[in-house]
């Protein structure tokens, strides 16, 4: 029922742009906060941007400053502008909800199936 469906993510060489979009379904969306994180071969997953329902912004150390991460709530759909890629931001990348799934309360934290992003030097 919970569905959070990535882009696709793709090939760029270092220093240019990318963007990402998760396109969420079956979710109380403007009340999830929502998140994008990634997991590089042999690395834990980790954090790269989240975004509060309230609209506030916090980032992993080591994309601040190059990625911005937004939301539409009209369209049900959280962005990921990434800049300035390096190739240690390889990955797959992961959205993620943790919110309430339905108007009674239910909280949940729900995971998309992730997108691949790979950066060449």
């Known amino acids: 029922q919970v569905r959070l469906v990535e882009s696709v993510g793709g090939l760029v060489q270092a220093g240019g742009p990318l963007s990402l979009s998760c396109a969420a379904s079956?979710?109380?969306?403007?009340?999830?906060?929502m998140g994008w994180y990634r997991q590089a071969p042999g690395k834990q997953r980790e954090l790269v941007a989240r975004i509060t329902s309230a609209g506030n912004t916090n980032y992993g150390d080591s994309v601040k400053g190059r990625f911005t991460i937004s939301r539409d709530n009209a369209k049900n759909t959280v962005f990921m502008q990434m800049n300035s890629l390096k190739p240690e931001d390889t990955a797959v990348y992961y959205c993620?909800?943790?919110?309430?799934?339905?108007?009674?309360?239910?909280?949940?934290?729900?995971w998309g199936q992730g997108t691949q992003v790979t950066v060449s030097s």
């Open positions: 079956g979710i109380i969306f403007s009340s999830n906060a």
């Open positions: 993620n909800a943790a919110g309430p799934i339905s108007y009674s309360g239910d909280y949940r934290s729900s």
